[in-house]
């Protein structure tokens, strides 16, 4: 089993920013995959980012590359996301989710993960 619990969500103007936070805890995390999420209103699930987290390599969605970063923190058990520039599209509650790396190679499919946080909510408005 592992745990996952989001903070860091909340209103912020066009053009600003907030620092996501997941943390992380149970047994085996250290080789899983992480991913953000996000699902606005009447919206799907989609795919903001993802990271391995024992090698640290990452991929982000086109929507948010140049804008928002995710990492992980070994001594805090931790992963982050940093989010620059939001606009108010960037709206949604935002989850972290965790899956083990074999099986499917769709990391960027919310489907394909087994572990999800309560999520956070960020709002972008002025």
């Known amino acids: 089993q592992v745990q996952l619990v989001e903070s860091g969500g909340g209103l912020v103007q066009p053009g600003g920013s907030l620092r996501l936070s997941c943390a992380v805890s149970?047994?085996?995390?250290?080789?899983?995959?992480m991913g953000w999420f996000r699902q606005a209103p009447g919206k799907e699930r989609e795919f903001v980012a993802y990271?391995?987290?024992?090698?640290?390599?990452?991929n982000h969605a086109d929507s948010v590359k140049g804008r928002f970063t995710i990492s992980r923190d070994n001594a805090k058990n931790t992963v982050v996301l940093q989010m620059n520039s939001l606009k108010p599209e960037d709206t949604a509650i935002y989850y972290c989710?965790?899956?083990?790396?074999?099986?499917?190679?769709?990391?960027?499919?919310?489907?394909?993960?087994?572990?999800w946080g309560q999520g956070t909510q960020v709002t972008v408005s002025s």
């Open positions: 149970g047994r085996t995390f250290s080789s899983y995959v």
């Open positions: 990271i391995w987290w024992r090698s640290g390599d990452t």
């Open positions: 989710a965790a899956r083990d790396p074999s099986g499917s190679f769709a990391y960027a499919r919310p489907q394909t993960y087994s572990y």
